[in-house]
């Protein structure tokens, strides 16, 4: 996830007025990319069989990639693709409520995005706002504190991952 600290050049509200590098919002493209990927191969895991509670480390990187397309489609509800995207984040929020029983990380990560009208999978994204509750103040506020790295250390990060 060496994209996240580009998130936020990915959100019209956090950029408006300010001259953004095309480099930074490519890299945040690749962290939203990124982040779909990571769901789909979370997916592809849990179909296998082979994906079990104990292993935290992917349950707080699906955590962390459920986060960033959350706040791509918050701050993009109107763009094309938004609605695949919250699909994927439902869909990674289903896959770590599937292991909830088995594991403490995965039943607190559960605990933090499930909302109760969370589960009603026909929401249209202009209606994320209503639907996603509490989780979306959690998901602007992980995109603004991201948002605080300057842009020498944007550049550097973006050059050292090849972007």
Avoid at 6 to 20: D, E, N, Q, V
Avoid at 43 to 67: D, H, R
Avoid at 90 to 116: E, P, W
């Amino acid at each position: 996830m060496l994209y996240r600290p580009f998130l936020h050049y990915i959100s019209p509200r956090l950029t408006t007025g300010k001259k953004i590098d095309d480099r930074y919002y490519n890299c945040a493209a690749a962290g939203i990319t990124i982040s779909r990927n990571i769901v789909h191969i979370a997916s592809e895991i849990q179909k296998q069989a082979v994906m079990i509670g104990p292993y935290w480390f992917i349950m707080y990187t699906e955590f962390f990639a459920i986060l960033s397309l959350i706040f791509f489609v918050l701050e993009n509800p109107d763009k094309p693709g938004s609605a695949e995207i919250l699909a994927d984040a439902k869909a990674g929020r289903d896959i770590i409520a599937s292991l909830a029983q088995r594991s403490l990380a995965a039943d607190r990560i559960t605990s933090a995005l499930n909302v109760s009208s969370c589960h009603n999978h026909s929401t249209a994204v202009g209606d994320v706002n209503k639907s996603l509750g509490p989780l979306l103040s959690a998901a602007r506020q992980f995109g603004e504190i991201h948002a605080a790295n300057t842009d020498e250390e944007a550049i550097g990060s973006c050059a050292r991952s090849g972007v």
